[in-house]
């Protein structure tokens, strides 16, 4: 089955770079999640997207931006980077069961993300 | 957001039963419970979920107590392959990890 895909897989950016990382959903799926596991860390929700709309905002600081394109592929930009950004990104999407509500989400294998 | 409280680790053996409790006190009527499981590296896989009383798939169950301020993951029959941090989760969609619990089997 397909799962969620995420580019680049390994990242390297010195200080204050600019960096981006892209997110391509399950198909069908109509809501990203991006999240961040720094070393040793539990993930920390960032911000997600539903149908192309921002839909809940995390711990996500003011120079990351993110965005859900018409194909719902989504894009995490980061500037200004910081050496404490270096962590795992990770990219989760959902879809709508037919029983309920709820979200269940799954993950991609992340961006691993180094700043020098 | 409710807060999850989970013990920080717990070790088996393989082939046993290994039951992790988590206390959600503060859980909201639409909240759901979910669990997912995390290898070093890899992304959070979901386990289970569930909303009252008891869930079943061919990985776990879940038991909810009527109250549902706490739950219960059962893993039937580890193995060393199960060795990972359990995460414990409410919400209705956006998911906050707290402090999961790593499980360690051994032989």
């Known amino acids: 089955a397909a799962g969620v895909i995420q580019s680049p897989r390994h990242l390297i950016k010195e200080k204050r770079e600019t960096a981006t990382l892209k997110c391509y959903p399950i198909p069908r799926h109509d809501t990203v999640y991006w999240y961040q596991q720094g070393p040793g860390q539990d993930p920390q929700f960032l911000i997600s997207?539903?149908?192309?709309?921002?839909?809940d905002k995390g711990s996500i600081p003011d120079r990351f931006s993110a965005q859900q394109f018409s194909d719902y592929h989504s894009e995490l930009n980061m500037s200004s980077l910081e050496l404490g950004d270096s962590a795992l990104y990770f990219c989760a999407s959902s879809g709508r069961t037919a029983y309920n509500s709820s979200y269940e989400q799954y993950f991609g294998p992340g961006t691993r993300l180094t700043v020098t | 957001l409710a807060k999850t409280t989970q013990p920080i680790s717990m070790d088996s053996y393989e082939g046993q039963e290994v039951n992790i409790t988590c206390s959600h006190n503060n859980i909201a009527t639409n909240d759901y419970i979910t669990w997912y499981q995390q290898f070093p590296s890899q992304g959070p896989r979901f386990i289970i979920q569930g909303y009252k009383t008891k869930v079943t798939n061919e990985v776990a169950s879940l038991f909810i107590p009527a109250d549902r301020k706490s739950s219960t993951l059962s893993l039937p029959r580890v193995s060393l392959s199960d060795t990972a941090v359990y995460y414990c989760?409410?919400?209705?969609?956006?998911?906050?990890f707290g402090k999961g619990t790593m499980l360690l089997v051994s032989p």
């Open positions: 989760l409410v919400g209705y969609s956006t998911l906050t």
């Open positions: 997207f539903y149908e192309k709309m921002q839909s």
